[in-house]
């Protein structure tokens, strides 16, 4: 399994076209930033198009490949003072949805 590590601390700002990943809880699901507020501080994010391209079955050992998908779900996040894109509308006190800016990730955790 490859370690991912999130960083906390608030990378550059995001770019419209920049990989993002949402996080929920251990699975991960790659996504595409398809608007920046003129602040910086708020992102729109588009669900991509994850297939899975590995022969591992239910492994934790998990390889995809991403295309843009223009009907996937649409996500809006805000950076907290924590260093967090926070889902819109959550806490940022934790248990919520939240959005890495580090790249594409897709992960399913299959224990669940």
Known sequence: ?????????????PKVGDGASLIFWSDRHACT??????????ITVQQDK?????GN???DMQNYSFECNPNGAIYQFS????????MVGDSSRGGGVVCSVTGRYEYY???F
């Open 57 to 59: 079955g239910m492994s």
């Open 79 to 86: 950076l907290r003072k924590n260093g967090e894109w926070c």
């Open 1 to 13: 399994m490859e370690l991912i590590t999130i960083t906390k601390v608030a990378p550059a700002t």
């Open 50 to 54: 994850a297939t899975r391209v590995d």
């Open 109 to 111: 955790d299959f224990s």
């Open 33 to 42: 930033v398809i608007a920046v507020s003129p602040s910086g501080k708020k």
